[in-house]
């Protein structure tokens, strides 16, 4: 009977996500739970009461409590009381911090349920594990177990150079040259190896991508792994390194950059064939393609919702992280 139960709860909790079926809703209850006893009954009255009134506040918006009502996991244990009832509304700038707590823009394959689930597991490892702010440009540090390193763990620093995918799939490439060879490490940011992420310095660059550092002139690629971490005033906006830096004179890159339109890149020259190539290949209407951007982003308000969870659970992290500093120092 649980595996009956559990089931129609999921439909129910599916026929929430979509508006058009709202109406549905009450008339399926009613169903499912002619068949059960009262304590049943007296449950799934009280869900209903909870589901109308989560459709009531937002239409196409689930909390976390009715999901994970149905969701029977030991992992459960220890986050129930997290508050979900205050508004809050993020920072305007949020979904640049954590741009991976946004869902992907993949109409077709979207899932909001395991977009809801997976938020949750990843604040569950930010709770354990302290993720920092960065961005592609930003150097950082990351240290992961290595079952074969003498110390079984390996530290390694360098330039991002590129960060992306959506949800527990995120990941970042991190870029260094060692001993004269360039050496680029992707690290998943939500993997259990993943035991510290630093930032030694946190600033920005021109471009979304630094994959042309493997063109340019090694000393642009090139950190000392013990490093100090560079500290910001407090309050103070993240730093704009406007370097423009200078790609190898031999043309043969494995990219023809010329056609990228590369902010952060010293202006260089290259032959007619190749301006040829690129004046081909140039798509000049595509910034006026105003369904290019409706189709690579969610809707705002969706963004404000998913945003205003992260940001009110983010706070809860912080502010146990604080009290369990202030017992930590209590202690010595
Ligand atoms: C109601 O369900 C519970 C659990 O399945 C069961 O133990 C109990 O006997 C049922 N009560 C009635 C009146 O059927
Ligand atoms: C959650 O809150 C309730 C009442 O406020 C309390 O009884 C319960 O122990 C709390 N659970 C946890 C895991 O802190
Ligand atoms: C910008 O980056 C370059 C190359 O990494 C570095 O040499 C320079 O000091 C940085 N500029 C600032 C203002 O930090």
Same mark, same amino acid.
């Given at each position: 009977?649980?595996?009956?139960?559990?089931?129609?709860?999921?439909?129910?909790?599916l026929?929430?996500?979509?508006?058009?079926?709202?109406?549905?809703?009450?008339?399926?209850?009613?169903?499912?739970?002619k068949?059960?006893?009262?304590?049943?009954?007296?449950?799934?009255?009280?869900?209903?009461?909870?589901?109308?009134?989560?459709?009531?506040?937002?239409?196409?918006?689930?909390?976390?409590?009715?999901?994970?009502?149905?969701?029977?996991?030991?992992?459960?244990?220890?986050?129930?009381?997290? /508050?979900?009832?205050?508004?809050?509304?993020?920072?305007?700038?949020?979904?640049?911090?954590?741009?991976?707590f946004?869902?992907?823009?993949?109409?077709?394959?979207?899932?909001?349920?395991?977009?809801?689930?997976?938020r949750?597991?990843?604040?569950?490892?930010?709770?354990?594990?302290?993720?920092?702010?960065?961005y592609?440009?930003?150097?950082?540090?990351?240290?992961?177990?290595?079952?074969?390193?003498?110390?079984?763990?390996?530290?390694?620093?360098?330039?991002?150079?590129?960060?992306?995918e959506?949800?527990?799939?995120?990941?970042?490439?991190?870029?260094?040259?060692?001993?004269g060879?360039?050496?680029?490490?992707?690290?998943?940011?939500?993997?259990?190896?993943?035991?510290?992420?630093?930032?030694?310095?946190?600033?920005?660059?021109?471009?979304?991508?630094?994959?042309y550092l493997?063109?340019?002139?090694?000393?642009?690629?090139?950190? /000392?792994?013990?490093?100090?971490?560079?500290?910001?005033?407090?309050?103070?906006?993240?730093?704009?390194?406007?370097?423009?830096?200078?790609?190898k004179?031999?043309?043969?890159?494995?990219?023809?950059?010329?056609?990228?339109?590369?902010?952060?890149?010293?202006?260089f020259?290259?032959?007619?064939?190749?301006?040829?190539?690129?004046?081909?290949?140039?798509?000049?209407w595509?910034?006026?393609?105003?369904?290019?951007?409706?189709?690579?982003?969610?809707?705002?308000e969706?963004?404000?919702?998913?945003?205003?969870?992260?940001?009110?659970?983010?706070?809860?992290?912080? /502010?146990?992280?604080?009290?369990?500093r202030?017992?930590?120092?209590?202690?010595k």
């Amino acid at each position: 009977m649980a595996t009956s139960l559990g089931l129609n709860a999921l439909r129910l909790s599916l026929s929430v996500l979509r508006p058009s079926s709202c109406a549905v809703v009450p008339c399926q209850l009613t169903v499912a739970h002619k068949s059960h006893n009262a304590t049943h009954v007296i449950n799934y009255r009280r869900t209903r009461a909870e589901m109308a009134k989560a459709i009531r506040r937002k239409q196409n918006f689930l909390h976390f409590e009715l999901v994970d009502k149905h969701r029977h996991s030991p992992l459960q244990t220890g986050t129930e009381n997290i /508050s979900q009832e205050t508004e809050v509304t993020a920072p305007r700038n949020y979904r640049y911090v954590m741009p991976e707590f946004m869902p992907r823009p993949d109409w077709e394959r979207r899932d909001r349920v395991l977009e809801k689930l997976e938020r949750r597991d990843m604040m569950r490892r930010r709770a354990i594990m302290n993720i920092p702010e960065f961005y592609v440009g930003s150097i950082m540090a990351v240290t992961v177990a290595d079952a074969y390193a003498p110390s079984k763990k390996n530290r390694f620093v360098g330039i991002c150079i590129d960060r992306g995918e959506y949800g527990l799939k995120a990941y970042f490439v991190l870029r260094n040259v060692v001993d004269g060879l360039g050496v680029e490490v992707m690290y998943e940011m939500y993997n259990p190896k993943v035991l510290s992420i630093e930032v030694l310095k946190l600033e920005k660059r021109l471009d979304d991508q630094l994959y042309y550092l493997r063109d340019a002139l090694p000393e642009y690629s090139t950190f /000392s792994f013990d490093m100090e971490p560079v500290q910001l005033p407090k309050g103070a906006d993240v730093p704009l390194n406007t370097t423009k830096v200078k790609l190898k004179p031999t043309k043969e890159w494995e990219c023809r950059w010329e056609a990228h339109d590369l902010q952060g890149v010293q202006p260089f020259e290259v032959n007619e064939k190749r301006m040829r190539r690129k004046e081909k290949s140039a798509e000049p209407w595509k910034k006026h393609d105003l369904m290019l951007d409706y189709r690579s982003r969610v809707p705002e308000e969706e963004e404000e919702q998913v945003m205003a969870e992260v940001f009110r659970e983010k706070q809860v992290i912080d /502010s146990q992280r604080k009290s369990m500093r202030t017992v930590l120092k209590k202690r010595k």
